[in-house]
């Protein structure tokens, strides 16, 4: 692999991801101090949609400076709509229940079973969809399982005041 800009710009693009993915448990915490679950993530989503929509219309702002003709895009049918809003239900249902997870047990624990979404993805789709999965893909799961343990195993803490906090932060 070389060196280009291109590929500068994406391993930049992806640490910062991983930066800021890295600290929302702890920004989740301290927003929760002043905030219950709810509002924490009803700014988490509206701030990113604000984001999104600025990112957009900068897009669209540069598209026709640049005098390129947009692409036509196709026109969404009832069902993906449909599928959009039930994904969008889901994410945020997802979201409240990790928020009120954070309040219940203690970060590592939180971050360590939300962190096993993977498997349990993998598990409903090979069982209810059929999906199969290769060997390459179930050895770097497995590796992730792993390392992801390996460093959240020394914060976990498992006691009964906190048990509730951890079954919510599985669910």
């Given amino acids: 692999m070389s060196l280009t800009t291109e590929n500068l710009w994406a391993g930049a693009a992806l640490f910062s991801f991983r930066l800021f993915i890295g600290i929302v448990p702890i920004l989740v915490k301290i927003c929760e101090r002043e905030l219950d679950p709810n509002t924490t993530v009803f700014y988490r989503l509206w701030s990113a949609t604000l984001f999104l929509g600025l990112w957009n219309g900068l897009l669209a702002v540069l598209r ?96 009964f005041d906190k048990l509730q906090g951890d079954i919510v932060a599985l669910l």
């Fill in 64 to 159: 026709k400076l640049s005098n390129n003709q947009p692409e036509k895009q196709e026109s969404y049918t009832t069902e993906v709509l449909e599928l959009f809003l039930l994904a969008g239900i889901f994410i945020s249902v997802f979201q409240i229940i990790w928020a009120w997870s954070v309040t219940q047990t203690n970060i590592a624990n939180a971050s360590l079973m939300h962190g096993l979404t993977l498997p349990f993805t993998v598990l409903v789709g090979w069982l209810f969809l059929g999906q199969r999965f290769d060997y390459r893909f179930l050895v770097a799961m497995t590796i992730a399982i792993t390392g992801m343990m390996i460093i959240g195993i020394t914060d976990l803490q498992f006691s």
